[in-house]
């Protein structure tokens, strides 16, 4: 089974623990917190003291944690030295660190992706220590070159313990697009037999979704009737590119599985599948999808946590027309059941009537269905957001496009559907769409604002630049929406865009400065940083006290009851936050806005539509933490920019991990969110103090 963190990285992320370093350097560690904060000082201060032999190893890994977190390719010689450090823990902060680089969001060069590589290789082969050596397969895999990845697949033959992480690694590796080495195929297919370990079986799985050829789908298949459900549910899911039309009766018997995310995946994959016999007289995928009627069933018998996941997944991944009479027949069923469902499932029938409407509307190319769906359950404004968010991402959406529909759009009292309007409006790739768009520029709204820029980018509407750089000046004092400006700006190319962009690359927050970077990245052909070091910074969010150890977060959603043990120590600052944001009734009356099926349920952001967040964003504190179901994240559209939306993940997901930060853990109420849908209740979320870490209010 692969190593969990231990309590000496736990102590490294958020400080001193005891026997670890003396006060001295408790504090030594409380100043490189505050460096990491300020995004500063990362090929100086911090690498000298990440290999200062005379610090004490604590200090050392915090420095290391705090490089991993500045994700700054200069870095990278310090951190390849580092994995040679004697101290074991120390050698897994500067694995993991290095991982980090390999992830970093805007990518390293290939030279220091290399150095990297070849250090951690060499720590790999030698290392004694279980922890150190999972962080060294775990950054291989996130480094993925070549050797890297020689180096996953001969692990693949090794004992539990470090097989399970060489085949995750592997996974993410392939996730990213790696070329997939054939000899892992036989190796990850023997590890999924029963006397493995559910772990190592579960992570086989997980890699093989991304192999090639018959011998990956013959595991898969064979691993659909795993005695772990996170097994079956990633064979499933594996299945949707690796499989054929003709496995939809081995899916099919899944759409009834106990578990939910288990006949989500069945579902979301046998949609996939019915793409590829659009062309003939009879499809066995959209055949098996008819069993999904008894998932309305269940639904309008209070059932919502075991009916509604495959019905939601199936709605968002969509069917081609000749899914049309499906959805239909789907949603006739549902009307019927509204005539004899309880009073408490009505909303819930109407929901997913609407979600299925949607996914009529984004294959036909326009909003027909979804402007009456619901059943009276669902009010015009969710209807319209959702039909306009969903057709925007459709195939036909040009055939179908209808500008005076949207210009109706557009004056719509509810931001959240101008918003939709202005996103479809880009994506329609109309020129004369760019007519609509253009007073939305100078909206007092910036988030519509910096959608509007956006939009025209996409429009390629070159005429809109001046009014759009001279917006984008005002960014400076809403810096959370610059990267939308920036990406703009490189779009349409005004004059005196690199002159902004420079001025930028001086400014105070960072991400001015990093949206800068990229921007300029672009449009000069080659890597251009901000000079360092950085100016002192503005308080960039408001103070908060630091969260006891005692305390949980409690969230009475429609639902439920779900409590949340933070991660006091691995992001003490992002945890404080959220804690004060709570005590001062930020989350109460807010609903989860995201709902999907085996991954994740999302919620926290004051708009209800996934762009709104406290008015401030926070630096990320990633950790070694895996993401494991239950796990809490928060949520982000780049570097450093959290702010109040949380997601839980309702399964592990690998690719998530080291990226996105990790601040709590669900310890009570999984089952109320495997049962939420879009548009529940948050509740009012609770900091709450008990000795027992559990509220019982």
């Not at 098996?288 to 639904?299: K, P, Q, R, T």
């Not at 306009?388 to 959406?397: D, I, K, N, T």
């Not at 009014?467 to 703009?488: G, S």
């Amino acid at each position: 089974m692969r190593p969990v963190l231990s309590v000496a990285l736990l102590v490294a992320a958020g400080g001193c623990g005891p026997g670890r370093c003396g006060q001295s350097d408790a504090r030594a560690v409380a100043r490189i917190a505050s460096w990491e904060q300020r995004r500063s000082l990362g090929a100086g201060t911090l690498g000298a003291w990440a290999r200062d032999p005379m610090k004490p190893p604590a200090v050392r890994a915090r420095a290391l944690l705090a490089l991993a977190r500045l994700q700054d390719a200069d870095t990278a010689p310090l951190v390849a030295a580092a994995l040679k450090d004697p101290d074991a823990e120390a050698r897994a902060m500067a694995a993991f660190a290095a991982g980090e680089l390999g992830l970093a969001w805007d990518g390293i060069p290939d030279g220091a992706r290399t150095q990297l590589a070849e250090a951690v290789l060499d720590a790999e082969e030698h290392e004694g220590d279980a922890h150190a050596r999972t962080q060294e397969l775990t950054a291989l895999g996130r480094l993925r070159t070549p050797s890297a990845v020689d180096r996953l697949v001969q692990r693949l033959a090794a004992e539990p313990d470090v097989a399970e992480p060489a085949a995750l690694a592997l996974g993410v590796a392939a996730r990213a697009k790696v070329p997939w080495p054939e000899a892992a195929t036989p190796l990850l297919a023997s590890r999924l037999g029963e006397a493995e370990p559910a772990p190592l079986r579960w992570a086989a799985a997980y890699a093989l979704g991304f192999a090639s050829g018959t011998e990956s789908r013959s595991a898969l298949l064979g691993a659909l009737k795993d005695a772990s459900w996170e097994v079956r549910a990633t064979a499933a899911k594996g299945l949707a590119e690796r499989g054929t039309v003709k496995d939809a009766r081995a899916l099919r018997a899944l759409l009834s599985d106990v578990q939910p995310e288990v006949a989500a995946e069945a579902a979301r994959t046998l949609a996939k599948l019915a793409v590829r016999c659009e062309k003939e007289s009879a499809c066995p995928p959209l055949e098996a999808l008819g069993a999904l009627s008894a998932s309305v069933d269940l639904v309008a018998q209070g059932n919502v946590r075991q009916g509604a996941p495959p019905l939601v997944a199936l709605a968002q991944a969509g069917l081609p027309p000749s899914g049309r009479p499906l959805l239909d027949a789907l949603r006739a069923r549902l009307r019927t059941d509204v005539a004899s469902a309880a009073a408490g499932s009505l909303a819930d029938l109407g929901w997913l009537d609407c979600r299925l409407a949607a996914a009529e509307d984004r294959s036909a190319g326009w909003l027909t269905e979804t402007l009456s769906c619901g059943q009276g359950q669902v009010p015009e404004a969710r209807r319209l957001r959702l039909g306009l968010s969903e057709v925007a991402q459709g195939p036909r959406l040009k055939e179908g496009f209808d500008r005076a529909a949207t210009q109706k759009y557009l004056q719509s009292k509810d931001d959240t559907v101008q918003l939709a309007a202005v996103n479809l409006l880009g994506a329609s790739h109309h020129p004369e769409a760019a007519e609509d768009v253009r007073p939305l520029v100078s909206h007092k709204d910036a988030v519509l604002s910096a959608a509007a820029a956006a939009a025209l980018g996409e429009l390629q509407d070159v005429a809109s630049g001046p009014a759009v750089l001279l917006r984008a000046e005002a960014a400076t004092a809403e810096p959370e929406q610059a990267d939308a400006w920036a990406d703009a700006l490189v779009a349409l190319k005004p004059e005196g865009t690199k002159e902004l962009l420079h001025r930028w690359l001086l400014a105070g927050h960072p991400h001015l400065r990093h949206a800068a970077e990229k921007a300029l990245t672009t449009l000069e052909g080659k890597p251009v940083r901000a000079p360092g070091p950085v100016p002192e910074e503005p308080v960039l969010f408001p103070s908060a006290e630091p969260v006891a150890t005692d305390v949980s977060w409690r969230l009475p959603t429609t639902r439920g009851v779900v409590v949340v043990k933070p991660a006091v120590e691995a992001a003490p600052e992002t945890v404080a936050q959220l804690t004060r944001l709570a005590r001062a009734g930020f989350f109460q009356g807010l609903t989860f806005h995201r709902v999907v099926p085996d991954f994740v349920v999302q919620g926290g952001d004051p708009r209800g539509d996934g762009e709104g967040g406290p008015g401030f964003t926070l630096p990320c504190e990633v950790s070694p933490l895996r993401y494991k179901r239950g796990t809490v994240g928060m949520a982000l559209s780049g570097k450093d920019t959290g702010g109040s939306q949380l997601f839980v993940a309702l399964s592990p997901q690998p690719h998530l991990e080291g990226r996105y930060t990790i601040v709590g853990e669900v310890v009570s109420g999984m089952d109320a969110l495997d049962a939420v849908l879009e548009g529940d209740s948050l509740g009012t979320l609770d900091a709450v103090q008990d000795g027992t870490g559990l509220s019982h209010r």
